[in-house]
């Protein structure tokens, strides 16, 4: 089995959109409150789900395949993706491999940027200034345990209620 590494989750039932973890992220690398240099994003699925979009470490990361120039390698302990800037041209294929929609081009240096965990931090920045605290590291197996134990309650619910 493939090492697992931590990602930030977001709770959709906690998420209301307010967009302070693209702040807290855009703040923490480029020194600005502009969402559109974060490296996490708020999709709004109108009028009902707000969710945050970032980089989630996979196992085997598409990105990294992707890279013609080998700009891109992942931290064989973290596993996040680091990024070689003079290696990097900006060509996006990374961008379309990404399944996640979590890889961003910067307007002004053409390079590419992802979520490094902010590495250089106690705590992702995002997760700390997450005001509804829907934000949190974890590993994607923890996700799927929780998955499945809500299926199983709710097939537990409809049982109970058919019955």
Known sequence: ????????????????????????????????????????????IEPIVMLAVNCRNCADPPCVLACPRNALTQDPEKGIILIDE????????????????????????????????????????????CCKEALSLTLPEIVAQKTRREVVGKLLQELVSTT
């Open 1 to 44: 089995m493939a090492k697992q590494f931590e990602y930030i989750v977001c709770d959709p039932t906690k998420c209301v959109g307010c967009g302070d973890c693209e702040l807290a992220c855009s703040m923490t690398y480029h020194q600005i409150f502009d969402p559109g240099l974060s490296r996490i994003r708020v999709a709004r």
């Open 86 to 129: 003079d290696l990097c041209d900006g060509c996006a294929w990374c961008i379309e491999a990404c399944e996640f929609g979590a890889i961003l081009l910067n307007p002004e240096t053409k390079k590419v940027e992802i979520c490094d965990l902010c590495a250089d931090f106690d705590e992702p920045q995002c997760v700390k200034y």
